[in-house]
């Protein structure tokens, strides 16, 4: 079964938010011009948050982490969230879906908002990079447009992938791993 993953690593972004943007431009281009009253931030499907450290902020750049056990499908009363078993993905049916927020407000990393015209979750990833992903074989549209190469995407379950090679030479964690919900998203550090 392939199990998609995203990674970010952090150690070669450079913060030039060409992730977020195009996340907008290609997934809602219907809010280009609106921000997202959830987050009250742009409409992306990615965050950017600032952690203090010592006297130093970094960035994380935060997303749907596609969890093995998710706790927003956990929570959804009709089966409108759930996990593609075909690729490990944790979708939306729209056509499902309630507007009841549960998901929302169960998922840990906060990373499900509310699209202000339709009422009803967002999330990582979009139509359009899951049409990318499913339908032609690519990468969804962060990982192709980062200029640093610091993104990636791609089945963990085969070693011979980029993700699965990337994972072998580096150190990385998964947010918030101690919840026990099996985020498939990593985060290099070195």
Not at 92 to 103: A, E, M, S
């Amino acid at each position: 079964m392939t199990r998609y993953a995203h990674l970010w690593d952090a150690s070669k972004c450079v913060g030039c938010a060409a992730c977020i943007i195009e996340c907008i431009s290609g997934n809602h281009p219907d809010m280009m011009e609106s921000d997202n009253k959830s987050w009250n931030w742009v409409a992306s499907n990615i965050r950017r948050i600032e952690v203090e450290e010592s006297f130093r902020a970094r960035i994380l750049l935060l997303q749907c982490q596609h969890c093995d056990d998710p706790p927003c499908v956990h929570a959804c009363p009709t089966g409108a969230s759930y996990i593609d078993r075909s690729n490990g993905l944790v979708k939306i049916d729209p056509g499902k879906c309630i507007g009841c927020r549960y998901c929302v407000v169960a998922c840990p990393y906060n990373a499900r908002w509310v699209h202000p015209v339709t009422g009803l979750p967002e999330k990582c990833m979009g139509e359009t990079c899951l049409y990318i992903v499913e339908k032609l074989g690519g990468k969804p549209i962060c990982v192709s447009v980062c200029p640093a190469g610091a993104r990636d995407f791609g089945d963990i379950d085969d070693p011979s992938s980029s993700i699965s090679q990337r994972l072998r030479r580096s150190r990385f964690v998964r947010l918030l791993e101690y919840k026990g919900t099996g985020p498939k998203f990593f985060v290099v550090v070195g």
